[in-house]
């Protein structure tokens, strides 16, 4: 037997182990409840976040300029929206004709109400 096929032997024992073992892992999962499939789905994404980390880490190493210049782009974008926000805002805030002004729309601006205090009955007068 040459090493290549002791090596294939020996990798296709270990992922019947691990099929195996996922099987009954899955059962165990059923029965242990919410938390045990939170746990999987929670490492799960751990892993997928782990691994497009590495890649865009190798991208940005390969290519430095295009992603250089790609962050360039997207900070002159918001930059552009953060002036258009600012400039619509003081647009509504302007005089509509002489000296009035627009009432404030936002709820944070608004001003307080209290809150009614409720009616007490008169309780009768005794004799």
Known sequence: MSRMSHLTD????LAEQAGAGLR???????????????WIKTGAALGAAKAGLG?????????????????AVVGAGVLAYVLYRKGRKRRQQEAIEGQARRIASDESEAAVVRPRTPRRRRQP???
């Not at 009954?24 to 939170?38: F, N, P, T, W």
């Not at 890649?55 to 962050?71: F, I, L, M, Q």
Request: zero cysteines; glycine letters at 6%; aromatic letters at 2%.
């Open 10 to 13: 020996r990798a296709l024992d």
């Open 24 to 38: 009954q892992a899955s059962a165990s999962l059923r029965d242990a409840g919410v938390d045990a499939e939170q």
């Open 55 to 71: 890649y865009a880490r190798g991208t940005v190493r390969r290519h430095p300029v295009a992603v250089a210049t790609a962050a």
């Open 125 to 127: 007068a005794k004799a």
